[in-house]
């Protein structure tokens, strides 16, 4: 059973309007949540955190919402651009010592920008 | 600027064969992870070290090994290759310490087992 989980293999938005990300998660142990960027034939890069603490966070045309009640993230890119074409994965780790080394991660979702 | 290396980048193994998976960090970063990543299944955590000398299983563990003698190498091993484990892998480091630290990941090492 995934205790994170993207429903949505792939998006496609066109260039210049927002992209959202969705993730939700079933374990409340979870304490800290990241999203990481994909390219083909690239280890994932870190993009973006947000701690339970926290209901939003932002960083330049990148913000990611917190929803606890619901167990629920998203990521908005906006304004997207072709650069952002990637696999998106929303990660979480429980609180706690040696966190960092039990992050699960979702399945991925696969943004397309189009022109 | 290395970061965290992996070796070798592909490799075909046939069935039964076994073989290791380097990978190599020059942070000095405490902690190491192994994830697999499979289409449709994301970033599956196969085994972790919090240190030198200290390792635990992740999700998936069954068929690989691992051991950390050093804080800068952790070694994946295959002991005999299956199918199953065509995958692309990828190994991470991040400082260690409590929740927030960011993790690296290398380029990732493509394992086909036919």
């Known amino acids: 059973d995934q205790q994170v989980k993207q429903n949505s293999p792939s998006l496609s938005v066109q260039e210049g309007r927002i992209s959202i990300l969705n993730c939700d998660y079933t374990?409340?142990?979870?304490?800290?949540f990241l999203w990481y960027k994909k390219y083909p034939a690239e280890g994932p890069t870190f993009l973006i955190s947000?701690?339970?603490?926290?209901d939003k966070n932002e960083d330049g045309r990148f913000t990611v919402f917190l929803n606890k009640s619901a167990k629920h993230l998203s990521l908005h890119i906006v304004p997207s651009q072709p650069g952002d074409s990637a696999v998106y994965f929303c990660?979480?780790?429980?609180?706690?010592?040696?966190?960092?080394?039990?992050?699960?991660f979702g399945s991925g979702t696969r943004l397309s920008i189009r022109p | 600027n290395a970061g965290v290396t992996q070796t070798p980048k592909f490799q075909v193994l046939k069935t039964g064969q076994s073989m290791t998976l380097q990978c190599a960090q020059d942070?000095?970063?405490?902690?190491m992870s192994w994830y697999r990543q499979d289409p449709g299944m994301g970033l599956r955590l196969i085994h972790y070290?919090?240190?030198?000398?200290?390792?635990d299983q992740g999700e998936v563990p069954n068929g690989y090994n691992v051991s950390r003698s050093t804080t800068e190498d952790f070694p994946l091993r295959l002991l005999s290759a299956a199918p199953s484990q065509t995958s692309v892998y990828f190994c991470?480091?991040?400082?260690?310490?409590?929740?927030?630290?960011?993790?690296?990941f290398g380029e990732g090492s493509w394992l086909t087992v036919v």
């Open positions: 991470a480091s991040s400082r260690g310490g409590d929740t927030g630290n960011t993790i690296y």
């Open positions: 374990n409340s142990m979870f304490d800290y």
């Open positions: 947000i701690s339970s603490i926290k």
């Open positions: 990660a979480a780790s429980p609180r706690g010592y040696s966190s960092a080394s039990k992050i699960i």
């Open positions: 942070m000095n970063h405490e902690y």
């Open positions: 070290s919090v240190g030198a000398g200290i390792t």
